[in-house]
């Protein structure tokens, strides 16, 4: 009985927690996804209004790259938004390294999504994306950015509920051990 237990509040915990991940990510609706050419560019302005928020930027990026150390910085990433008046709405800049944990080189191929940020729209108008990938021991092999409106934020609630029933699976686990 009590494996039976552990066993459903492991799956339950997984559960909560990859559902409301997969929630988080693909919620809204898609106003536009581009493939990119370059290391830095623009996307042509977007027409945006504030029933369409919040607003998300969602970075891929697939790349390959040789391994060698334990640590690898493959690449750095910078998106901007813009308004019509050059205001900048919102900035990210990030970086995306690959570890590895055994002795030896190894080539990988990774396709990344990075979640660039969530935000408002102010007015109604057109808004500029500026994109930039620096390269660093990676070599990019595409790259798109899209745009979803209506995006739901992360449900902490769900996230604790399942992070809670793991810690209670762990424990009915030892504490059957115990005796």
Known sequence: MRKI???LLFVASMALFGSTINAYFT????VMSVPVQGRLGALDPIILNPGMSPVRIILNIQSEMHIQDTTN?????QV???????TQ????TGTHSEKKEDEGSEFRRITQNHMVGTFDIPLQGPY???????PKRANITSIMVSVRRNV??????LI????????LAWTVLLVGRRK
């Open 160 to 167: 604790a509920i399942a992070g809670l029933c793991f810690v």
């Open 80 to 86: 901007d938004v813009k308004d019509r008046a050059d």
């Open 27 to 30: 919620s809204g609706e898609e």
């Open 89 to 92: 709405l919102f900035s990210f």
């Open 152 to 157: 739901e934020g992360l449900n902490i609630p």
């Open 5 to 7: 237990l552990v066993l």
């Open 73 to 77: 910085d493959a690449y750095q990433f």
């Open 128 to 134: 500029s994306v500026d994109w930039r990938v620096d």
